[in-house]
């Protein structure tokens, strides 16, 4: 069976460093950090007060208020996002056939402001359960890509995928996959999360995986330096259209990349750390490699997981190593958490955009806020600290890795016609 070539024609971000597209290619050029003290609840009592938010967003500006209160803002944003792409992309304005475009989405958690807020509510009441009738609708993972295909009646694959950090890239491989297969058109893909609420800082807080720098939260993210010490919780959305290349092209439409290769691996190891040697990073990195039919030599630029935590940062970099070789130093690596914080199963969706538009801009955005090297890392390799950085970029490698041991990688390629 001959595969087909799938390309990305429409992008949407909804992020901590900028509400739309243009706005957040902007952020991650100029180092932008998105961290600033909570202002979505009082966190005074909460070892960490600070947090990567969507800011100056109003959910009103974007969808009716009727329409509004039946979302959780974790579908809020996958809303606002998906819409972007989706206009950005022109794929409705070419007639398609709905029964060959699907969604295919990812959250980690879902709903977890809506399942808070109910839960207070009944036990802080008589005990009565009187429940929101759209509770469980607002709350369920699933529900985001729903939504999208109920607005623009896309009767193709639909479903959520859920693997922690990872889900957003699984999803993006699965939409790769079921275009690449000839079983769809166009696939709306990517991925939300919005989890700054009281129950997600005091639940990231408990498992002491989050930064408590409360005096610098613009610089608490700071991946692959000596003292960083956890990640900064974010949240917003990103979307990406996937759509078959000869439908794309004879519909004229814009083309930003093309995707050419998925990889996923287990860690077989622990609940929440990574393996220290970075077995399962170098296996998903590996794949994926394999899947895109390329070199090692063949990648310009990493994006890698880079969380900012002390074990995490160096199993990864053990991984590049072991995958990458002497070529490693010929890399681009950087962490864009280090700008955006950690926004979980979203996470993966706003960093294959970066590398969609590195690879379209020849822009490699930085890990911004090292200060200090690592002396467990080998700091020959070029980590791309506190500044962009201008060269030739024609593939570029996603990393993301979640709880539970889950493992993805995606390989984007300019598009060369």
């Not at 739309?20 to 005074?44: C, M, R, V």
């Not at 007639?95 to 509510?121: M, Y």
Request: with cysteine; glycine share 10%; aromatic share 8%.
């Amino acid at each position: 069976m001959e595969l087909k070539r799938v390309v990305v024609t429409g992008l949407g971000a909804l992020t901590p460093i900028g509400n739309t597209l243009p706005e957040y290619w902007e952020g991650l050029k100029n180092g932008k950090s998105g961290a600033a003290q909570i202002s979505h609840f009082d966190a005074s009592l909460f070892k960490t007060q600070f947090a990567c938010e969507v800011k100056g967003f109003n959910v009103l500006d974007h969808i009716d208020r009727k329409e509004a209160r039946k979302l959780d803002p974790f579908s809020q944003y996958a809303m606002v996002s998906s819409t972007e792409a989706m206009a950005d992309s022109g794929l409705m304005e070419s007639e398609p056939n709905l029964d060959r475009i699907g969604v295919i989405w990812g959250s980690g958690i879902g709903g977890l402001k809506t399942f808070q807020e109910e839960a207070k509510d009944f036990f802080l009441g008589d005990g009565t359960p009187r429940l929101n009738p759209f509770f469980i609708p607002k709350m369920i993972a699933d529900i985001a890509a729903g939504h999208i295909s109920i607005k623009y009646g896309l009767r193709g694959p639909n479903y959520v995928t859920v693997s922690a950090c990872a889900s957003s890239t699984n999803a993006i491989i699965d939409a790769y996959n079921y275009v690449r297969l000839g079983k769809a058109d166009a696939i709306v893909t990517g991925g939300s999360e919005a989890c700054v609420n009281e129950m997600g800082m005091g639940g990231f807080n408990a498992l002491k995986a989050l930064s408590t720098r409360n005096d610098s939260p613009e610089s608490a993210s700071r991946p692959f330096d000596a003292e960083r010490d956890g990640f900064v919780l974010g949240e917003g959305s990103g979307a990406l259209i996937l759509e078959e290349y000869e439908h794309a092209k004879k519909r004229g439409a814009k083309i930003y990349a093309e995707v050419i290769g998925g990889g996923m691996s287990g860690d077989a190891y622990h609940m929440t750390a990574p393996h220290p040697e970075g077995i399962g990073a170098r296996n998903t990195m590996l794949a994926a490699l394999e899947d895109a039919e390329i070199n090692p030599s063949e990648v310009d630029y990493v994006n890698v997981h880079g969380t900012s935590t002390p074990l995490g940062d160096i199993a990864e970099v053990k991984a590049i190593q072991q995958v990458f070789g002497e070529h490693a130093y010929d890399l681009n690596i950087s962490s864009t958490k280090s700008m955006t914080g950690h926004l979980l199963g979203a996470a993966g969706a706003i960093e294959a955009i970066a590398c969609i538009m590195a690879v379209q801009n020849d822009i490699i955005p930085p890990t911004i806020n090292h200060f200090t090297d690592d002396p467990e890392l080998d700091n020959k390799l070029n980590f791309t600290f506190n500044n962009a950085q201008n060269r030739e970029v024609n593939v570029a490698m996603s990393n993301t890795f979640g709880f539970g041991g889950h493992n993805t990688t995606v390989i984007v390629k300019k598009y060369n016609g």
